[in-house]
């Protein structure tokens, strides 16, 4: 696969609370992968063990490498730290993946392979691209999340077919040019939020379709403050960006080149 012999360094955002069970395991499919791939695990202090257990990883392989914070703070939170980490080193590519399988860690080398081909700026994992690919969800959870992808899609103007999906795969021009400090969201629409400002800015977003599993180990992180965060944000993207519906640069987002 020549596409991938000359991929450029990537690397993998796992943020961690509570996944003693799947730490080990997810790190070590990560490191199998048929490319190399570095994996920063980002733990917000969980009291199961796992940021204890990375560390064990990160002392095996110098793939690995373990960020801590000191207490839990939320999924928007702990990825802005864990991309702040990945801009002051020179990756390539940084992706976003849950640690709980629900993403398949296989589907990294066609990120890769769009984002080359595409010369796209951000690219997402779909789970209702091409119909749907979502396997042991209750018929609850699936409609709440196709609702939602609609409801932002009606909101914000953005094309895609899953805006809320947490597995992407950022250039780092596009991620550069992000003022993290300034990003609100802290719930799963974060994943909304990052999206609209690059989407609204212009850059390149292309979409995969992946399959998506509802995790086997370990409980979800959804909430009803989750919930009704990710109501409000997409109203507030929509006044960020003129009351449009199509991109526009928004300058208090953006960081001056």
């Keep these: 696969m020549e596409l991938l012999s000359d991929m450029s360094q990537t690397l993998l955002v796992l943020p961690t609370y509570n996944e003693a069970e799947n730490i080990r395991p997810m790190v070590e499919r990560l490191l199998?992968?048929?490319?190399?791939i570095?994996?920063?695990v980002v733990d917000d202090n969980s009291p199961d063990g796992t940021?204890?257990?990375?560390?064990?990883?990160?002392?095996?392989?110098?793939c690995v490498h373990v960020l801590h914070r000191q207490e839990k703070d939320g999924l928007g939170r702990a990825y802005c730290a864990g991309f702040a980490w990945a801009l002051e080193r020179e990756y390539d590519?940084?992706?976003?993946m849950d640690c709980d399988?629900?993403?398949n860690p296989d589907d990294i080398v066609r990120f890769l392979e769009k984002a080359e081909s595409e010369n796209a700026d951000l690219v997402l994992g779909s789970r209702y691209c091409e119909g749907i690919r979502v396997i042991n969800w209750p018929i609850s959870r699936l409609m709440l999340s196709l609702f939602a992808a609609k409801y932002v899609q009606i909101i914000t103007g953005m094309p895609f077919t899953d805006p809320t999906g947490g597995f992407k795969?950022?250039?780092r021009r596009a991620l550069k040019s992000i003022n993290l400090d300034k990003v609100k969201a802290n719930g799963y629409s974060f994943q909304v939020e990052l999206t609209h400002i690059l989407w609204r800015c212009g850059y390149k977003i292309a979409e995969v379709p992946i399959i998506f599993t509802d995790r086997f180990v370990g409980t979800s992180k959804m909430s009803g403050k989750i919930v009704r965060?990710?109501?409000w944000m997409v109203w507030r993207l929509w006044l960020q960006n003129?009351?449009?519906?199509?991109p526009r640069k928004n300058k208090s987002i953006i960081k001056p080149q």
């Design 51 to 62: 940021g204890d257990i990375a560390d064990e990883l990160a002392e095996l392989n110098k």
């Design 93 to 96: 590519f940084v992706f976003e």
């Design 38 to 40: 570095d994996v920063l």
């Design 229 to 231: 965060e990710a109501i």
């Design 32 to 36: 199998n992968l048929e490319i190399v």
């Design 169 to 171: 795969c950022f250039r």
């Design 242 to 246: 003129g009351l449009r519906r199509r």
């Design 101 to 103: 399988f629900s993403h």
